[in-house]
T-cell receptor, first 113, second 114 residues
Framework: GDSVVQTEGQVLPSEGDSLIVNCSYETTQYPSLFWYVQYPGEGPQLHLK?????DKGRNKGFEAMYRKETTSFHLEKDSVQESDSAVYFCALSADTGFQKLVFGTGTRLLVSP | NAGVTQTPKFQVLKTGQSMTLQCAQD?????MYWYRQDPGMGLRLIYY???????DKGEVPNGYNVSRLNKREFSLRLESAAPSQTSVYFC?????FGSGNTIYFGEGSWLTVV
């Protein structure tokens, strides 16, 4: 079945550091790819998305490139801020009729001041 | 600006008790979902409803039942709660494929089974 792998359970950068959070996926179909962000006590919310190969999702200084050749969708930011601290989930949706997300296990980003 | 509303927010159950989690959305979405979130496991799909009148099993349906009461409401029932069902439950909804694939989540229901 479809799967998403996030290799880092937690990332602990300092404010101003650059960031890469890894995401790899596996599916036999042509998926849409997403990053969801979850703040404490809240449900996940869409952070950015890419619908086809070579698309780049962008939001609040974060970027992720849909790379079909390496089946990856890594989340990147040049300079993180303390307010970026949250849990980030990579996800894919491979259904054609409606959206059914498969999530990775999540990466907790904790930015120190 | 309610979006997806879940009740209750917190619940403690004894093993073997039953309960229903309620969910309603006001975005006129066709599709609704129930996910559970456990530490180190991300979010896993329990059941979903592609449209009013239909429901289907997701990745982890055992021990749960669902009802799509109408277009707005999608409930999740635990008939005989077990400690393994201690989790945070999220209801979600989305429009049709052409709406951009965004899924909107509720704020979660924290369930503890003792």
């Amino acid at each position: 079945g479809d799967s998403v792998v996030q290799t880092e359970g937690q990332v602990l950068p300092s404010e101003g550091d650059s960031l890469i959070v890894n995401c790899s996926y596996e599916t036999t179909q042509y998926p849409s790819l997403f990053w969801y962000v979850q703040y404490p006590g809240e449900g996940p919310q869409l952070h950015l998305k890419a619908m086809k190969a070579n698309d780049k999702g962008r939001n609040k200084g974060f970027e992720a490139m849909y790379r079909k050749e390496t089946t990856s969708f890594h989340l990147e930011k040049d300079s993180v801020q303390e307010s970026d601290s949250a849990v980030y989930f990579c996800a894919l949706s491979a259904d054609t009729g409606f959206q059914k997300l498969v999530f990775g296990t999540g990466t907790r980003l904790l930015v120190s001041p | 600006n309610a979006g997806v509303t879940q009740t209750p927010k917190f619940q403690v159950l004894k093993t073997g008790q039953s309960m229903t989690l309620q969910c309603a959305q006001d975005m006129n979405h066709n599709s609704m979902y129930w996910y559970r979130q456990d530490p180190g496991m991300g979010l896993r799909l329990i059941y979903y409803s592609a449209s009013e009148g239909t429901t289907d099993k997701g990745e982890v349906p055992n021990g749960y039942n669902v009802s799509r009461l109408n277009k707005r409401e999608f409930s999740l029932r635990l008939e005989s709660a077990a400690p393994s069902q201690t989790s945070v439950y999220f209801c979600a909804s989305s429009g049709d494929f052409g709406s951009g694939n965004t899924i909107y989540f509720g704020e979660g229901s924290w369930l503890t089974v003792v």
